[in-house]
């Protein structure tokens, strides 16, 4: 079930109600005086933020100095909820200048009534987006002194946008440089024992594009996918060229792109929307390509030293990098002193985390650089308790690398006017929770 939001209101950190407006009659006014005393006065605003009181829920977010506050009487998607907040704050921010506070409040108080009545109807989430809305709410909203965002001018002819099925974009857009970036982002997810033995891999991924295209363009991506090379084969009648090809789950796409042509083709079409935005998000659980592997050796000799090698390997390819590497190795609490003996980076114990920091700030493929150090504890005789040896982790981010193996076939930018366009591929894979039990 969808949000069906009684009431919402915006706080302050005193509790004031700068701001509220009543959706439905079926909560009462003084819903906010139940929050302001079991949940405000009790301080419990870190603890959970869905409480019940009474037969109303209530789900409430802190943005900058304000909270905002949902009331709903019936059982309601609370990730919609919160969904539904982020996306009203960052269109207040478009209005604002790019701030949102209790100043930026008080001072657009009657936009901000007039966009309440356009985002929510009887308490239904409706269009939140801020291209669309400042084609017919053309208020300005009064920028705060500290912002240096520009401010975006809308177009005359708003029927199209507002009714058509090209909501996302604005027509009329003019570029001397037509040009399209695109970035394939991945995180790694790793947790491997300290055998060598893979516990629990995948790669969560989202390909970000910033399109600076005059007209309405139709673009086309190809992915090497399993299942759209295979679509593409029996469309075109030919067995499927030699090469990698990768399974994706779990994927979610921009509303821009078509689905009716993807469910019958697998192919990604769409009318991009200006500017930045995120096209499709993916996960890979099969085939991970590991940019590094770590190889531990921790000896505990007595209970007054210890002993640590660590051996990290670089998996990608020669000609290519890491940058940023950190590598996190726990030590026992009672550590008094290291000494430390590393072949590349720089190495220091951090005693606020109780771990060997190794850090390598360009990190060459095909390469295998070492640590070791020798740690002194200090005897304790009320320590009882054997070290339970947290695992290593690592921070990294590869460029021009991905560890899911995906790689763009091609991207098509068709335009009636026919104008030559310039494609940009970036590929970043970082780390996640890159963890090796030791």
């Known amino acids: ?158 029927t199209l946008q507002v009714t058509g099925a090209v909501g996302w974009r604005r027509e009329g857009l003019v570029y001397k440089k037509n040009e399209v970036f695109l970035d394939i982002v991945e995180s790694v997810n790793l947790l491997m024992s300290s055998k060598g033995s893979v516990l629990r891999c995948d790669v969560t991924g989202k390909i970000l594009m910033k399109c600076f295209l005059s007209g309405m363009p139709d673009l086309k991506l190809g992915l090497n996918d399993k299942i759209g090379l295979e679509k593409e084969s029996q469309i075109k009648s030919r067995p499927t060229k030699s090469g990698k090809t990768i399974e994706l789950d779990d994927v979610t796409f921009h509303q821009c792109v078509n689905l009716t042509r993807f469910n019958s083709e697998k192919t990604v079409s769409f009318v991009p929307p200006d500017g930045e935005f995120e096209l499709m998000k993916y996960r890979i659980t099969e085939g991970v390509n590991l940019p590094f592997r770590v190889l531990p050796t921790i000896k505990e000799l007595g209970r007054t030293r210890m002993e640590v090698n660590v051996k990290v390997k670089s998996v990608f390819g020669a000609k290519m990098f890491a940058l940023g590497v950190v590598v996190k190795i726990p030590v026992p609490k009672q550590t008094a002193k290291v000494n430390f003996q ?97």
């Open 1 to 158: 079930m969808p949000v069906a939001a009684s009431a919402i209101y915006f706080l302050n950190l005193r509790g004031d109600v700068l701001i509220n407006r009543l959706y439905r009659d079926d909560v009462g006014g003084n819903m906010v005086d139940a929050f302001r005393t079991h949940i405000m006065q009790t301080k419990e605003l870190g603890t959970c933020p869905v409480r019940q009181i009474g037969g109303c829920s209530f789900f409430y977010m802190r943005i900058s100095n304000v909270y905002i506050v949902i009331v709903v009487s019936s059982n309601a998607n609370v990730a919609c909820a919160f969904k539904f907040v982020v996306e009203a704050v960052s269109l207040f921010k478009s209005y604002f200048g790019g701030t949102f506070d209790e100043d930026a409040i008080r001072n657009n108080f009657v936009l901000i009534y007039e966009l309440l009545d356009e985002i929510l109807d009887f308490g239904y989430p409706q269009n939140l987006s801020p291209e669309i809305l400042k084609l017919y709410i053309t208020q300005e909203g009064v920028r705060s002194p500290f912002s240096s965002k520009p401010v975006d001018r809308p177009v005359p002819n708003a």
């Open 342 to 438: 590393v072949t590349s980076g720089r190495a220091k114990y951090n005693p606020s985390i109780d771990c060997l920091v190794w850090k390598i700030r360009k990190f060459p493929g095909q390469t295998e650089p070492t640590l070791s150090a020798e740690v002194e504890l200090i005897s304790t005789i009320t320590e009882k308790k054997s070290w339970t040896r947290p695992p290593i982790q690592m921070e990294f981010q590869v460029p021009m690398f991905t560890a899911s193996g995906l790689r763009v076939r091609f991207l098509k930018v068709w335009e009636k006017s026919g104008y030559n366009t310039v494609e940009w591929v970036r590929y970043i894979t970082k780390a996640g929770s890159y963890e090796v039990r030791c």
